[in-house]
Each structure stands twice: as C-alpha cells, then as structure tokens.
C-alpha cells in the first residue's frame, strides 16, 4: 500500500488555508485590541461576529489557560497562534514518511478536533455566535484528522511491506 496520491495536494491546501484562516483571525484580534471601532470583514451582524469571539475569553488559551495562569500571562496566547503552529507543524511533518511523523500528525489532529468540538459548543450556546472563520478552521482540523488517518494506515502498510 502506497501513500495515497492526492493526501499531499490536500495536505498542502489544508493547511495553506489553516494558516491563511489563523492569520487573519490574529489580525482581527489585534486590529480590534488596538481600534474597538475596527469592523472586520466576517463581522455580518450581531450574532454573526468573528471579531466578538476572538476577543472573547475564549479566544485565548482556549479560555483554560488564564484560570491557571495571569490572563496576561505569555502563556495565554491567542487560539489563532496556536493555529498557526499547529498548521505550520502538519505542513512540515506531512513531508515525513516515519511512522513517528504519522502518529503525530494523528495525536495533533485528535487535539485539534477535540479542541474544535468544545470551541463550537463555547460558540453555540455560550457566545451564541456564528464565526465563520472557527468553523471553516473545525472543518479544516475534520479533514487533517481524515488524512492523517489514510496517511498513517498507509505508512504503515508500507513498513509492514518493506519488513
């Protein structure tokens, strides 16, 4: 069993939009932390509003991170950096062929649809808020998660081939 061939073109373009989705939330974050009055783009009313989530509680460290450390704290990055670094690791650890690579990009990406599930419940019924952005990045970790499972059961199947 080989890798599958289109797992890198989706890889690729999965993680290019995780990244590009992740900026531009760190963008509306910080625009709207230094201009309150600042609109973003994906702000289309109410109760449609990214910028409301990101400058939420719960759009740094998860709203976990600050009930154990200062909400100032370095530790208490915005979620987008973490976007960032996880899409940056899966894009870089997606041109691995190790096992180790594959079970990573596996354990990482059951963390970031975990971490997706909870976030959307935090939006429905806490925030109640439709932020295009978080739910474009759940579905992007949805389908890492599905490629990093056929990847791992490919590399696999190969190592078992080649030994």
């Not at 915005?78 to 870089?92: E, H, R």
Request: glycine letters at 8%.
């Amino acid at each position: 069993m080989a890798l599958p061939t289109w797992e890198r073109k989706v890889r690729i373009f999965l993680c290019v939009f995780g990244l590009f989705l992740s900026v531009y939330a760190l963008h509306v974050e910080l625009s709207r932390e230094s201009n309150p009055d600042y609109r973003a783009m994906c702000d289309l009313g109410e109760s449609v509003s990214c910028s409301k989530v990101f400058t939420s509680r719960w759009g740094r460290g998860f709203g976990l991170v600050q009930l154990v450390v200062a909400e100032d704290s370095p530790l208490n990055q915005p979620n987008s950096v973490l976007g960032i670094i996880f899409y940056t690791l899966q894009m870089g650890l997606g041109l691995s062929l190790s096992k180790k690579a594959a079970m990573f990009l596996v354990f990482s990406s059951w963390v970031s649809v975990a971490g997706s599930i909870y976030l959307a419940c935090i939006l429905a019924f806490v925030l109640g808020d439709f932020c295009m952005v978080c739910v474009s990045t759940y579905v992007i970790n949805f389908a890492l998660l599905f490629t990093n499972l056929r990847r791992r059961g490919a590399i696999e199947g190969m190592k078992e081939k080649a030994g």
